[in-house]
């Protein structure tokens, strides 16, 4: 069934490392990091510069939707004020945007 195999002269490949075979992978990380890790970096820092900037007066907008006026700022939290006399304490992470003066006067 399965006839005689005879070797065709060539000398076999050497055993040493195939940088070729490794070039795709290479090429699949360099991708990964310009399309993937670096903007997101990029967004973490901007998005710590603009809680670090935050300022009382700001009108801010958080993960969850509400969007208020900061009233009172600590290292770790705002308490921002949702309507007349309404306050709420966050963590300064739920900030996602600061929001352009006179935003809330339009809702």
């Known amino acids: 069934m399965i006839g005689t195999a005879y070797a065709n002269g ?27 890790i670096r903007p997101q970096q990029k967004k973490m820092k901007e998005h710590q510069n603009m809680l670090a900037n935050l300022q009382k007066g700001d009108e801010v907008s958080t993960n969850g939707g509400l969007v208020g006026k900061v009233v009172k700022l600590s290292d770790q ?21 600061v929001l352009p003066k006179g935003t809330l006067k339009n809702i």
């Open 10 to 36: 060539q000398a076999a490949a050497p055993a040493g490392f195939d940088f070729i075979s490794l070039l795709p992978m290479v090429v699949i990380f360099v991708l990964f990091y310009f399309m993937l």
């Open 77 to 97: 939290y705002v308490v921002i004020e949702v309507a007349d006399k309404v306050e709420m304490t966050l963590q300064r992470p739920a900030i996602t945007a």
